[in-house]
């Protein structure tokens, strides 16, 4: 079993910055591979980036492609997401998940068995 417990989340304004962290409680974080993903109201959750176990290829939505950055600490079994230049369109709860090896797909959500609780993004301008 893994815990996801993101933070970092809040409110900014267009064009700020924003780091989401997810930690998770599990000896062996570096074989799963670690998603974001974010839902606003009313619409469907979708994929945002995602980094494999072996901090090697990540993964990003055209969306936010050249202003987030993923990236993991697997000494402190932490996954962050770096947002930059944000936009009102970035408005959202994001969340955390983790995948297995096998069979994984990074922008597919059912390849993700564990996720966290989310945490509120607001940008305004």
């Known amino acids: 079993q893994v815990q996801l417990v993101e933070s970092g989340g809040g409110s900014v304004q267009v064009g700020g910055s924003l780091r989401l962290s997810c930690a998770a409680s599990?000896?062996?974080?570096?074989?799963?591979?670690m998603g974001w993903f974010r839902q606003a109201p009313g619409k469907e959750r979708d994929f945002v980036a995602a980094?494999?176990?072996?901090?090697?290829?990540?993964y990003y939505a055209d969306s936010v492609k050249g202003r987030f950055t993923i990236s993991r600490d697997n000494a402190k079994n932490t996954v962050y997401l770096q947002m930059n230049s944000l936009k009102s369109d970035d408005t959202a709860v994001y969340y955390c998940?983790?995948?297995?090896?096998?069979?994984?797909?990074?922008?597919?959500?059912?390849?993700?068995?564990?996720w966290g609780q989310g945490t509120q993004v607001t940008v305004s301008s």
């Open positions: 980094i494999n176990w072996s901090i090697g290829a990540t």
């Open positions: 599990t000896r062996t974080f570096s074989t799963y591979a």
């Open positions: 998940a983790a995948a297995g090896r096998r069979n994984w797909d990074p922008h597919h959500i059912p390849s993700y068995g564990y």
